[in-house]
């Protein structure tokens, strides 16, 4: 787990959404229907729901999630969202989930490579439909 020390030298923080793009995120979760897939010849129903998403350098992940209590792994949208928050730009990440953030340092098995890239495509396309509903309640 980071120390106090750790964070303040790395500059970790939260960035949440401002409260109303996230009132609105809830909003359009309560009304959206999302898919069932199927992979590997299990059925899965999709989920989407707000949690706390953590981003770090090679190596901290396992130290950020626990720190953080995370729900996903993420670090695609981490510059885009600390540049909005730099600007004052009110910004929401919409993040399909194909990896868990691994605990104690070891992935399982739908957390690690090939969890990765056979949910992948899945996940991509999940977040993109529910990103086109939320779109009608900004």
Same mark, same amino acid.
């Given at each position: 787990?980071?120390?106090? #020390? ?14 109303? &793009?996230?009132?609105?995120?809830? #909003?359009?979760?309560?009304?959206? #229907? ?23 350098? !090679? ?14 792994? !993420?670090? !695609? ?6 540049? $909005? ?5 009110? $910004? ?13 340092? #070891? ?26 509903? &939320?779109?009608?309640? &900004?």
């Amino acid at each position: 787990k980071m120390t106090a #020390k750790e964070m303040a030298y790395w500059k970790v923080e939260p960035l949440r959404p401002p409260a109303s &793009l996230l009132a609105l995120a809830q #909003k359009a979760i309560a009304t959206y #229907k999302p898919p069932t897939e199927t992979v590997a010849g299990e059925t899965y129903q999709t989920r989407v729901r707000t949690g706390i998403v953590v981003t770090s350098d !090679e190596g901290r992940q396992a130290d950020a999630a626990e720190t953080f209590h995370a729900d996903l792994g !993420e670090m !695609e949208s981490a510059a885009f969202a600390r540049s $909005c928050d730099i600007l004052g730009v009110p $910004c929401i990440v919409v993040r399909g989930g194909s990896n868990k953030p691994p605990v104690n340092g #070891k992935d399982d098995e739908q957390s690690g490579y090939e969890g990765y890239r056979h949910l992948s495509p899945i996940a991509a396309r999940d977040a993109a439909l529910f990103g086109v509903h &939320l779109i009608k309640y &900004l």
